[in-house]
C-alpha cells in the first residue's frame, strides 16, 4: 500500500524493515544478541513456543517496561513468527534485566489506536513509525 501499511493473511502493519534483513537476523544475528540480549536492557529475550511445533523459541528484541506492561516496537510488522506465537498463545515471557516475567494479553497497537492507550512518551513517538506490542507483566 501507498502508506506504507501492508496485509498479510489476518494482520495489517507496516514494515520498517525489509523482510530479508529479519530472515538474516533470524538466522544470525539473533543467536549473538539472545547470549547477551537478557541481561542489557533495553535489549530482551522474548520467549514463545510455536504454533504449530509448541516448540520453545526465544528473539531478541528491544524492549521497554513499564507501569505492569512490556512494550516492544516492531520494526519488521506484526506478522513476526513471534507476535503471532505470542498472540495466538495469548501469553509468553520476556527476559529483561536478567529475570524473566510472564507476559500474558499481548496486543498489537497500531499508530491510529494510540491516542486511545496509555503509553508511555518513548512508546507513543514509536508510534509515528512503527506498530508497537504490548503485554501485561504478570510478577511471580
Given at each position: 500500500?501507498?502508506?506504507?501499511?501492508f496485509e498479510?493473511g489476518?494482520m495489517m502493519?507496516?514494515v520498517?524493515?525489509?523482510?530479508?534483513?529479519?530472515?538474516?537476523n533470524?538466522?544470525?544475528?539473533?543467536?549473538v544478541q539472545?547470549v547477551?540480549a537478557?541481561y542489557?536492557?533495553?535489549w530482551?529475550v522474548?520467549v514463545?513456543?510455536?504454533?504449530r511445533?509448541?516448540?520453545e523459541?526465544?528473539?531478541?528484541?528491544?524492549?521497554l517496561l513499564?507501569?505492569?506492561?512490556?512494550f516492544?516496537a516492531?520494526p519488521y510488522?506484526?506478522?513476526?513468527?513471534?507476535?503471532?506465537?505470542?498472540l495466538v498463545?495469548?501469553?509468553g515471557?520476556?527476559e529483561y534485566?536478567?529475570?524473566?516475567?510472564?507476559?500474558?494479553?499481548?496486543?498489537v497497537v497500531?499508530?491510529?489506536?494510540?491516542?486511545d492507550v496509555?503509553l508511555p512518551?518513548?512508546?507513543?513517538?514509536?508510534?509515528?513509525?512503527?506498530?508497537?506490542?504490548?503485554?501485561?507483566?504478570?510478577?511471580?
Open positions: 500500500m501507498a502508506d506504507g501499511s498479510v489476518w502493519g507496516r520498517l524493515v525489509p523482510r530479508r534483513v529479519a530472515e538474516f533470524k538466522v544470525v544475528t539473533n543467536r539472545g547477551w537478557p542489557l536492557p533495553p530482551a522474548v514463545h513456543r510455536g504454533r511445533s509448541g516448540r523459541y526465544r528473539t531478541p528484541v528491544v524492549a513499564s507501569g505492569g506492561r512490556v516492544i516492531l510488522g506484526a506478522d513476526s513468527d513471534w507476535v503471532r506465537n505470542l498463545a495469548e501469553r515471557g520476556v534485566g536478567g529475570r524473566l516475567r510472564r507476559v500474558v494479553r499481548p496486543r497500531e499508530a491510529e489506536q494510540g491516542e496509555d512518551p518513548l512508546v507513543r513517538a514509536a508510534l509515528r513509525r512503527v506498530d508497537v506490542l504490548v503485554a501485561d507483566v504478570e510478577e511471580r
